[in-house]
Structure formats: structure tokens, C-alpha cells
């Protein structure tokens, strides 16, 4: 049974006797055991109390619970306090529910709450005040300096001003209330985004991938860099933001690996507060909420990680409540106080579908970013859904990272940003990266469907005779283009290259002077390829008349084949086969 504060109850004297800190266990007792009945005395109390105002810590969850409950417009009734509790697994914290149905079935009437609620909120001030003054006595017994003492003073007289101007009356209420002409003296158009650019200040986003992809390890290097005030994703660099991140994930050792990995060490952390596995109540909850808010108030976070969503609530994945929950008592109160949330989370089975579990998800958060992992160290950082627009939709990105034995090298790893073309050459599978391969193996631009498909099944990549068809299309017309860039004419200059491997159309070959070889000719042969045949025409009179037929077809100086098409209308005397550059045309032996 937890009815009892395991805090410090007991406050050592000078004198040496112990006393009990000031409580009010039978005003506890009344107040929540009204509110479970009644919204009306539940809002009269939260006008003079909080939370931290409760001695014991069952009435805390009572009361946290209860004020879950009439957030959702229902009502609430003892039996549902206890159900969601029991959902929990904190049933043991209130008696197994005794404590429960003892409270709700002696109550008070609705419009009494409100005065015991005072003498609670007296009783908790004088704890503070207790607690205070026990702090500094501490600090006087360790040898603190007067400096030190008016901090302690000065930090708690901040948090009461902080306490009365924002706990208590309807001060906390009317503060939601805009003033028009502050907020129409307001730019939100030049507020400047994240490092990253990810996501504006405020902001709450959602990152979903699958396994593989290596969540964690891109937004701990984003967070990292962004509390050190360091470039991320070729963006400038901004002041260090304080960030916390709650991590339910990643053991400790591979946390260590990976910071140490980024170039992070205990001395260049910035302004990141790491919570490993923190024991805060269900996020989907009250308490949770409450846990949370206390977290970021103690770091001063002005951004939240959470890693992975789904092992902070209580609720199921597919029920649309439990993100609501989550929105009601931990997202929504994180956006009143503009303060960015990141939260991680899996693709579902259907990844087409986003991420996993309710479509609830993704109804509260400004952008959903999907990161896939796209082979050989690319991913892709897609922007699926967004509020505003604002920023970049699509990011291609590559993990850099070295190895040298079993750990990571010290600051070798990184995400940094590709361009379209560098990325998609690096993906197995796309055009592009069929492309760069087939041209890393020699094969000539205008080979055809049937030279591809043999040429991948050697290099053992697969693609489809649509995929193919496409291919041999881009480098047949690019191609094309080359040709035309580098021979414009029959007759070009005798600087004038032609085809790339080819010697200048009026030189030899080789370029090298008359009477030596000419490449694919038989040693000792004349410097200049043989005259080839020509034909006689088809029409004519045998005396010097025109003939009247069509002109005799070129033939290629190697296999002696007539030369037709594009090749030989720009002036090649080969054929692509033939061509000594390609290291596949016959010699004379075999051309004769």
C-alpha cells in the first residue's frame, strides 16, 4: 500500500527532535473524493491547487486521473478513476482500488470543495517553506557562500511569484487570451526554422521509418549538432537550443557509441539533457503529462525528443483515444508553452499507409517526415504531411561513417545532403545507377535492347524490358547529342574531333605522320587505310553520262560492309563495331 510519502516527511530541528511537514490529510481526502463526481468541483479546486500541492501520493494520482477524465468531457465516476488506473498497473499505489471507492463513497458537496481546497493549498505553501528553509541549511552546513545562499532565496522566490501568477485563480485562463495587437505586430513569416530545417520553432513533428533506417541515429546526431550550435544539413549554424531527449529505446553503450561516433564527448554535449530509459508515467495519461512538464521545467528544454512514441503510452496503437490522450496531457500543453517536440515512431505493416497504429497519429503534428533507407548508405527524408509548407519537402541524404575493427571511428559519422544526380546514381536499381554501370563497362551508347539485357545479366543486375527500353532510349539520344557536338559537319576542320575515341577526320588515327601503321592494319601496311571498292552505277551509258540511280553506298574501312544511317551522314568511315575504340572490330584476316 502506497498511501504514504516516500519523500522526506520528517524535518530534523536544530534541537535535534524530528517533526511531521505540514499536511491536511482530511482536506486531501474530501477534494478527491468530490472531484470524481463532480466537473464542477474539480474546476473550483484547480482554480486554488495543483497538483504538487497533495501530501500524499495516492491522492496525486487520484486527482491526476480524475482531471484526465474531465478533460475528455466525460463523466467520471470512482469506477472509471479506478479502471483507468488499473490500465495503469498502479493499482497498487491506491490499495488495489480500496482507497478508491472509500474516498468516492464519503463525500462532500460540490460547492464545499473550494474551502478545502485552500486549506490544501495553505499547507502545501507552508511545505515549500519548510522544504526551503531545510535547503538552506544544507547548503550552510556544506560551506556555502553568501552568493551561493541568495541564489537558493532568490530562485525560490521566483518560483512562488511563478506559482501565484500561473497556478493559482484565473490568471493561468486568461493568459490563453490573445492581445490583437501583439499578435498582429507578429512575423511568423521570417521566424527562422530549426537547424535542419526540418521543423519552425514550437513545432511538433513526427519522424517515422522502419528498422533498418536508423531513426534514432539521425535525429541524435540532429539534436546533437542543434544543442551545439553546429551546422546540420547544409544549414547555417544557429544558437545552441536546449533539448531534451527521453529515450526508451537505445541501451546505454550504443548511446555512447554513437555520440562518440558524431564527435560528441562529455565535454561537447552543449546544451542536450539525455534522459536513458526515464521513469515517467505513461505519456498518454495525467501523471504522464505532469511527469513530463516537471522534466522540461527542471531542463528548460525548448525542444522534446521522444524515442520511440510507442513505448511511452499505456493505451493501444490502434485506438484513436490514446493519441488523443497523448495530445490532451503532454503534446498540447508542450505547444501552449512553444516548445518543439520531436517524436520517433515505426511504419506500420502497410507502409504505404504511414506509421503504425491509428491514423489519429499524425492529426496533432505540423509535418510528418518518413525516413527510408535506400541501400548502400543513401536514404531518403520525405515530408509526407505538413501544416504550413514552409521549408523543404524532400531531403537525399547519405550516412558517412568509418569502421575501424569493431567501433566506429571518433567523429566520422555524419548525415550529409546529396544532389538528385549523385543520389540517385548511388541507388541499386534506378535508371541512373543502371546507367553509370553500363558505362563503367565499355559498352557503346547505341547498343541496343538485346547488347543491355546481356550486358546486366553479366554484371548480374536485374531490370525489366520496359526499364530497358528506357535505358537503351537516354543513351542511344545522348548519344546522338555527342555526335552532333563533336562532328557538325562531313567535312570538319583538321583540329575537328569526331566520335569520342575517333582521330581527327583528316589525320591519321593514331596521329601519328605517313608510312606508320594504322591501327587494326597488318604491320608494315601504308600509313592510310586502303581505298575501298566503289561500285559502278546502276544506270548510265558507259561514256561519262550521269547515272541516273542512286550514289554508291560508302562502305566501312575495316569489315568492307556498306556504311548506312546516322554515321554515315556525319562522315564515320566505320561502323560502332568496328570502331577501334570500342576494342571489338575485326582485323583485315577476318574482315576478307
Not at 188 to 204: A, C, N, S, V, W
Not at 217 to 239: C, H, I, K, Y
Not at 502 to 520: C, E, I, L, M
Not at 561 to 586: E, I, K, M, Q, W
Request: with cysteine.
Amino acid at each position: 500500500m502506497d498511501n504514504v510519502r516516500h519523500m522526506p516527511r520528517d524535518q530534523a530541528d536544530q534541537d535535534g527532535l524530528t517533526r511531521t511537514s505540514p499536511h491536511d490529510i482530511e482536506a486531501e481526502e474530501y477534494v478527491v473524493g468530490i472531484v470524481m463526481h463532480s466537473k464542477l468541483a474539480h474546476d473550483e479546486c484547480a482554480l486554488v491547487i495543483t497538483r504538487e500541492d497533495f501530501y500524499r501520493p495516492a491522492h496525486q494520482l487520484i486527482w491526476d486521473t480524475a482531471a484526465g477524465i474531465h478533460a475528455t468531457g466525460q463523466p467520471c465516476h470512482p469506477a472509471l478513476v479506478r479502471a483507468e488506473i488499473e490500465k495503469q498497473g498502479q493499482l497498487h499505489r491506491v490499495d488495489g482500488g480500496n482507497l478508491i471507492y472509500r474516498l468516492g463513497g464519503e463525500t462532500i458537496s460540490p460547492s464545499m470543495a473550494a474551502s478545502f481546497a485552500e486549506r490544501i493549498a495553505e499547507t502545501g505553501r507552508q511545505r515549500r517553506y519548510d522544504s526551503h528553509s531545510t535547503a538552506l541549511k544544507a547548503a550552510i552546513d556544506r560551506g556555502a557562500d553568501g552568493d551561493e545562499l541568495a541564489e537558493i532565496v532568490a530562485d525560490f522566490q521566483q518560483g512562488e511569484q511563478l506559482r501565484e501568477s500561473t497556478g493559482r485563480g484565473p490568471s493561468h485562463l486568461t493568459a490563453s487570451l490573445l492581445n490583437w495587437g501583439d499578435f498582429f505586430n507578429i512575423d511568423f513569416g521570417k521566424i527562422q526554422l530549426l537547424p535542419g530545417k526540418l521543423m519552425g520553432p514550437g513545432q511538433q513533428i513526427a519522424v517515422i521509418g522502419d528498422g533498418k533506417a536508423g531513426k534514432s541515429l539521425f535525429v541524435q546526431e540532429w539534436m546533437w549538432r542543434m544543442a551545439t550550435g553546429q551546422s546540420f544539413l547544409n544549414d547555417v549554424p544557429q544558437e545552441p537550443v536546449k533539448v531534451l531527449y527521453l529515450d526508451a529505446e537505445n541501451g546505454q553503450e550504443q548511446v555512447q557509441e554513437r555520440f562518440v561516433s558524431f564527435g560528441a564527448g562529455p565535454d561537447a554535449m552543449g546544451e542536450l539533457c539525455y534522459a536513458s530509459f526515464p521513469p515517467v508515467r505513461p505519456l498518454d495519461t495525467a501523471g504522464g503529462g505532469a511527469d513530463l512538464a516537471a522534466l522540461v521545467k527542471a531542463t528548460g528544454a525548448q525542444l522534446v525528443v521522444i524515442d520511440t512514441v510507442s513505448r511511452f503510452i499505456n493505451g493501444l496503437e490502434n485506438d484513436a483515444d490514446t493519441w488523443l490522450s497523448l495530445y490532451r496531457h503532454t503534446l498540447l500543453p508542450l505547444k501552449r508553452d512553444r516548445i518543439a517536440s520531436v517524436r520517433l515512431d515505426h511504419f506500420g505493416k502497410d507502409k504505404e499507409r504511414g506509421g503504425r497504429g491509428s491514423s489519429a497519429k499524425t492529426q496533432d503534428v505540423d509535418h510528418v517526415w518518413e525516413l527510408t533507407y535506400e541501400g548502400s548508405g543513401e536514404l531518403t527524408l520525405k515530408r509526407t504531411h505538413t501544416r504550413t509548407g514552409i521549408g523543404p519537402d524532400r531531403f537525399h541524404l547519405a550516412r558517412l561513417a568509418d569502421r575501424d575493427g569493431d567501433r566506429w571511428v571518433a567523429g566520422s559519422t555524419r548525415h550529409v545532403v546529396r544532389s538528385r544526380e549523385h543520389f540517385e546514381q548511388n541507388i541499386p536499381g534506378t535508371d541512373e545507377h543502371i546507367i553509370l554501370a553500363l558505362d563503367s563497362s565499355g559498352l557503346p551508347l547505341e547498343a541496343g535492347n538485346r547488347l543491355v539485357k546481356n550486358k546486366l545479366a553479366d554484371l548480374q543486375i536485374p531490370a525489366g524490358s520496359d526499364k530497358i527500353a528506357r535505358i537503351v532510349k537516354i543513351r542511344q539520344t545522348r548519344a546522338k547529342a555527342e555526335a552532333e557536338e563533336r562532328s557538325p559537319g562531313r567535312s570538319p576542320d583538321h583540329d575537328q574531333q569526331t566520335f569520342p575515341g575517333n582521330v581527327p577526320r583528316n589525320g591519321s588515327r593514331d596521329g601519328k605522320g605517313a608510312g606508320q601503321t594504322f591501327p587494326g592494319n597488318a604491320g608494315g601496311t601504308s600509313g592510310k587505310p586502303s581505298v575501298p571498292h566503289v561500285p559502278h552505277t546502276e544506270c548510265g551509258d558507259g561514256e561519262g553520262t550521269s547515272g541516273t540511280g542512286a550514289p554508291p553506298e560508302p562502305l566501312c574501312t575495316v569489315c568492307k560492309n556498306p556504311l548506312t544511317g546516322f554515321r554515315a551522314d556525319r562522315g564515320y568511315d566505320t561502323h560502332v563495331s568496328c570502331d577501334p575504340a570500342t576494342g571489338s572490330h575485326p582485323t583485315h584476316a577476318e574482315a576478307s
